[in-house]
């Protein structure tokens, strides 16, 4: 069974930076597609960004478009959001999620899931 442990969440100002991780452990070979997801407080889970599975291919949603940037490192079966010139709005907690296809689904269509790591940008 795939497990996934994101870190990198915390508190930054509008404007700031922040780098969220996410590592697989148990079954990784398994693992293809990646992505990230994010639910604010009242709201449904929302797509950010997704990577195939040979990282060749990206997805970002418009709302993150530019300021985003979603990387993996295969070898050490990892996925990171790259987050600049964060908003107010991007306050959420933010979900890593894997999926045994290859390819890039925007959709909740993953079948692993870790626990969520909490972003909050202040105004």
């Known amino acids: 069974q795939v497990q996934l442990v994101e870190s990198g969440g915390g508190l930054v100002q509008a404007g700031g930076s922040l780098r969220l991780s996410c590592l697989a452990s148990?079954?990784?070979?398994?693992?293809?597609?990646m992505g990230w997801f994010r639910q604010a407080p009242g709201k449904e889970r929302e797509f950010a960004a997704a990577?195939?599975?040979?990282?060749?291919?990206?997805a970002y949603a418009d709302s993150v478009k530019g300021r985003f940037t979603i990387s993996r490192d295969s070898a050490k079966n990892a996925v990171y959001l790259q987050m600049n010139s964060l908003k107010p709005e991007d306050t959420a907690v933010y979900y890593c999620?894997?999926?045994?296809?290859?390819?890039?689904?925007?959709?909740?269509?993953?079948?692993?899931w870790g626990q969520g790591t909490q972003v909050t940008v202040s105004s």
């Open positions: 999620a894997a999926r045994r296809g290859s390819t890039i689904r925007t959709s909740l269509d993953y079948n692993y």
């Open positions: 148990g079954g990784t070979v398994n693992i293809g597609g």
């Open positions: 990577i195939s599975q040979s990282g060749g291919n990206t």
